[in-house]
């Protein structure tokens, strides 16, 4: 079992940062894949980023390749996800989640174990 607590969002301007953070209660969180999905309202869950349980490998969205970057820091259990040059588009419930595998098509498509309670990001034009 995996509890994950998101941390960090809040209200910006556009093309402004944020980072968000999630702290993870397990043991052998430096076994699990880690990510960031998130979720508009009367829309999809998306995809954003995800990063090996070591950390060397990421993968992020074509959406936000370049302007967003996930990391980990596994001595202290927690994952980021750095946002810069965020746009009102990038507006959403952003949620963490935890898996033992780091299979993209698992990731890509959301079929993941464990998921964070989700913290709220919005983006003012």
């Not at 702290?23 to 954003?48: C, H, L, N, V």
């Not at 750095?82 to 949620?95: C, F, G, H, I, R």
Request: aromatic share 12%; with cysteine.
């Amino acid at each position: 079992q995996v509890l994950l607590v998101e941390s960090g969002g809040g209200l910006v301007q556009a093309g402004g940062s944020l980072r968000l953070s999630c702290a993870a209660s397990s043991r052998t969180f430096s076994s699990y894949a880690m990510g960031w999905f998130r979720q508009d309202p009367g829309k999809e869950r998306e995809f954003i980023a995800t990063i090996s349980a070591s950390g060397s490998t990421k993968y992020h969205s074509d959406s936000v390749k370049g302007r967003f970057t996930v990391s980990r820091d596994n001595a202290k259990n927690l994952v980021y996800l750095q946002m810069n040059s965020l746009k009102p588009e990038d507006t959403a419930v952003y949620y963490c989640a935890a898996d033992s595998s780091f299979s993209t098509i698992a990731w890509y498509s959301g079929r993941i174990d464990y998921w964070g309670q989700g913290t709220q990001v919005t983006v003012s034009s």
